[in-house]
């Protein structure tokens, strides 16, 4: 996996800091994982297609919430869905309104995975292997 993008926020209690990696796999498709936790609330750390992510939130009339993405990690820790969607929020995929969120701006984020793709393609070797950060990019 070829990480693009490095970046931590808050989780949505604003208890911890999270760190999320996205990346993209041989065959060119983005995965997103949670990679690190400054608080107490397991993670799981293994890759999720954003295809799959975005076929949960994308075409929805209702909002939604941390809940609906357990599916993506079933068996695993329920906290990872909650932090996903922390993730989700930073990128701008999801928007809070009230106590849910709805789909946000899913061309933005991709254009911006674009853009963050093509700053490592064109860069010193050094930056490619330094992945995208707030910071960075």
């Not at 070829?2 to 996205?22: A, N, P």
């Amino acid at each position: 996996m070829d990480i693009i993008k490095r970046e931590s926020c808050s989780s949505i209690s604003e208890r911890s800091v999270l760190t999320y990696e996205i990346g993209r796999d041989e065959s060119n498709h983005l995965h997103i994982r949670i990679s690190d936790n400054s608080g107490n609330g397991h993670i799981c750390d293994h890759w999720i297609a954003m295809g799959a992510v975005l076929e949960i939130i994308e075409n929805r009339n209702v909002a939604f919430t941390g809940r609906d993405l357990h599916p993506l990690f079933k068996g695993k820790s329920v906290n990872t869905a909650h932090f996903l969607l922390a993730a989700l929020k930073n990128e701008g995929v999801a928007k809070p309104e009230k106590r849910r969120h709805i789909c946000g701006d899913i061309k933005r984020f991709m254009k911006t995975l674009r853009q963050a793709e093509v700053i490592c393609s064109q860069g010193s070797q050094k930056q490619a292997d330094q992945p995208l950060t707030s910071q960075g990019a």
